[in-house]
């Protein structure tokens, strides 16, 4: 009888103690529902994870939004960085990304852009203020940009890439 009794409030304990969780839940800033000739979706903006899923007919981004990110990872301390004017967009990205920089500053600025393991994927001296890098043979990951001048670093970027 007693046995029975501390397996009956141990269930009862559990039971109340799971209808309190909630699985999913999330704050969003703005969403809503669109529909049309094709079908209807739910949205939501301001979370940070999504699936994509392609067909004969097209694509679906569903889930949660991907959050927009621009990330400077390091900056070289010699580098003054009120007077570096270096940037690096669209990120994510997905057939390109744009660097824009002075060269005039810079003697031999060159980019490296790795993966997350440190494999270079490409390297280059830049010549031009807006240098255009593609993603295009790039699978969706995390990559970073770093950018060098007369040997010593100046930035790295984090670069999210997106399908």
Do not use: C, W
């Not at 690096?88 to 500053?105: H, K, Q």
């Not at 393991?117 to 593609?134: A, L, P």
């Amino acid at each position: 009888m007693r046995q029975e009794k501390i397996l009956l409030t141990a269930v009862i304990s559990l039971g109340l103690g799971l209808t309190g969780l909630r699985a999913q839940e999330s704050v969003n800033a703005s969403g809503g529902d669109a529909s049309g000739i094709g079908g209807s979706a739910g949205y939501s903006v301001g979370q940070v994870v999504y699936t994509t899923i392609s067909g004969t007919n097209g694509s679906v981004s569903h889930g949660v939004q991907q959050a927009y990110e621009i990330s400077v990872v390091s900056s070289s301390e010699e580098t003054d960085e009120a007077n570096v004017m270096i940037s690096v967009f669209p990120n994510p990205a997905t057939d390109f990304i744009t660097l824009t920089a002075d060269p005039a500053e810079y003697q031999s600025l060159f980019f490296i852009l790795y993966d997350i393991n440190g494999t270079i994927i490409r390297e280059n001296k830049v010549t031009f203020s807006d240098t255009e890098i593609s993603m295009l043979d790039l699978p969706p990951a995390t990559y970073f940009l770093k950018l060098a001048d007369d040997g010593k670093d100046v930035k790295v970027f984090k670069i999210i890439k997106t399908r």
